[in-house]
C-alpha cells in the first residue's frame, strides 16, 4: 500500500509557482539536445528519489485515492511500445522513455500537492498578466525569449511570433486557453473574467497559430453557452466577425484563406495513396506550407508504422522526439490497440477538455511540453484544497 504524505500547502505553492511562471532555463547542458537539465528536472528527481524508498510502489501499487491512474496505465502501455518498436529495429530515443518515467511521477507529485483553488486562479491571473506585459516588450523588440534553445535575443527568427515566458508561441495560445478555462470557472469576479478574456484573446491572437485560435474561439463560446449567458455570447460573436472581416490581423487572414477541402485530400493523398505534391506544386504557400512540411514528416512516420504487423497493432515507441501532432504521436507510438485503449480510458473525460484537446493536438505534439501536461494535471486535479488561505 502506498503511503505517501501530502505536500504542504507553503510548499506546494512555490512548486506550483515554479511550474507554472519559471520559464525554460536550462542549468546543466545535455550534449547533443537543446534541451538541457532545468529546475524542474531537478524537483521531480529528487521527489522520485524519497517516493521511490518510501512507498516501494513498483512492487505494491494499490494506491485507492491516486487520481491519475488512467494517465499511469497508459503511459506503463508505453513501455511496452517502446519494446515493440526495439525488437522491430526502430530508432528509438531512450531520452524520451526518460522523460516517460519523469512524466510518472510527476502524476504522483501533482496527485500529493495541497492546492488551494483560489491561490491557483490567482496564479494563473498573474501568469497572463506577465505574459500580456512580456509579450508587449517582445512585440517591440526589446526582450528576447527563453525557449528550448535557451535566450534567444529579439532578432533571433524564433521571436517573429510572440512567445511570452513561454517555450513556443503554441505553448503561449494553448496555455492562455487552458488557463482561462480554469479562471472562468472558478473565479467569481465577473470584472477579472472579463479582463482575462481580452489578456488571454490576445495572446492567442499575437502568437499566430491558426489551430490555437480555433480552439480559444472553442473555448469561449463553449464556457459562455453552458453558463447560459448568451448576451455576452452574441456580443463576442458580433465583435469576432466585426473583427475578422474589418482588420488586418495575420493569423485571422490565414484562417479565412484556409481551404478545408484541400487539406482533407493532401492529407487522403499522403496517408492512403503514398503521394505528397512537390513543393512548387502546393497551392497557397502562406497558408499551406507549413502542413506540407507536417504531411513530408508524418509521411516517414508512416513507414516506420507500417514495419510489421505488430508496429501496427502496438506502435513504434518514441522514434522521435517531436511528431507535430497529438493523434499521429498516440497513432503512430501506440498503435491501433492504445488507440482503442486510450478511447476507453478517457471514456469519462470532461468534454470541454477532450474537445479542446482534439482540436488543439492537431498540428500540436500537446503534452510533449511539459507546461501543458502540468497545467492540465494540475487544473484537472479533482482534490483542491478548498479551505481558505489564513495569512
Do not use: C
Request: overall charge positive; hydrophobic content about 55%; aromatic content about 20%.
Amino acid at each position: 500500500m502506498i503511503h505517501y504524505k501530502y505536500i504542504n500547502s507553503k510548499i506546494s505553492n512555490i512548486l506550483l509557482t515554479i511550474f507554472i511562471i519559471f520559464p525554460k532555463i536550462d542549468l546543466i547542458p545535455i550534449p547533443g539536445y537543446w534541451q538541457g537539465i532545468r529546475v524542474e528536472n531537478i524537483i521531480i528527481f529528487l521527489f522520485a528519489f524519497s517516493f521511490i524508498f518510501k512507498s516501494n510502489f513498483v512492487v505494491n501499487f494499490r494506491h485507492q485515492n491516486f487520481q491519475y491512474k488512467n494517465f499511469y496505465y497508459f503511459f506503463l502501455y508505453l513501455f511496452f511500445s517502446n519494446l515493440i518498436g526495439l525488437t522491430s529495429g526502430l530508432d528509438v530515443k531512450f531520452l524520451i522513455i526518460i522523460r516517460l518515467i519523469e512524466y510518472i511521477f510527476y502524476l504522483f507529485l501533482i496527485d500529493s500537492l495541497t492546492i488551494n483553488r483560489k491561490f491557483l486562479t490567482d496564479l494563473l491571473f498573474i501568469f497572463l498578466i506577465l505574459n500580456l506585459f512580456i509579450v508587449i516588450l517582445q512585440l517591440n523588440d526589446i526582450v528576447g525569449s527563453f525557449s528550448s534553445l535557451g535566450y534567444t535575443s529579439p532578432n533571433h527568427e524564433i521571436n517573429n511570433r510572440a512567445l511570452g515566458l513561454l517555450g513556443g508561441s503554441w505553448e503561449l495560445s494553448i496555455i492562455s486557453s487552458l488557463s482561462y478555462i480554469f479562471i472562468f470557472k472558478n473565479e467569481k469576479s465577473k470584472m477579472k473574467i472579463f479582463i482575462i478574456f481580452f489578456i488571454s484573446a490576445f495572446l492567442v491572437i499575437v502568437s499566430q497559430s491558426k489551430t490555437q485560435t480555433i480552439v480559444f474561439i472553442f473555448v469561449v463560446t463553449s464556457l459562455l453557452i453552458s453558463s447560459k449567458q448568451y448576451a455576452a455570447l452574441f456580443i463576442m460573436a458580433f465583435s469576432s466577425v466585426f473583427v475578422f472581416l474589418s482588420f488586418d490581423v495575420v493569423v485571422f487572414n490565414k484562417i479565412k484563406d484556409l481551404d478545408l477541402i484541400y487539406l482533407y485530400k493532401l492529407t487522403y493523398n499522403a496517408f492512403v495513396l503514398d503521394i505528397i505534391p512537390a513543393r512548387e506544386q502546393l497551392e497557397n504557400h502562406y497558408v499551406n506550407l507549413s502542413y506540407w512540411y507536417r504531411l513530408n514528416f508524418w509521411a516517414t512516420l508512416n513507414q516506420e508504422f507500417k514495419t510489421n504487423i505488430a508496429t501496427m497493432l502496438f506502435g513504434t515507441g518514441f522514434t522521435r522526439v517531436y511528431v507535430e501532432s497529438f493523434h499521429i504521436r498516440i497513432l503512430f507510438s501506440s498503435g491501433i490497440i492504445g488507440v482503442l485503449y486510450l478511447l476507453f480510458l478517457i471514456r469519462n473525460i470532461n468534454p470541454l477538455f477532450l474537445i479542446t484537446f482534439l482540436i488543439a493536438g492537431l498540428t500540436l505534439d500537446l503534452f510533449m511540453s511539459l507546461k501543458i501536461y502540468l497545467l492540465t494535471l494540475i487544473i484537472i486535479k479533482n482534490n483542491f484544497y478548498e479551505k481558505k488561505i489564513i495569512n
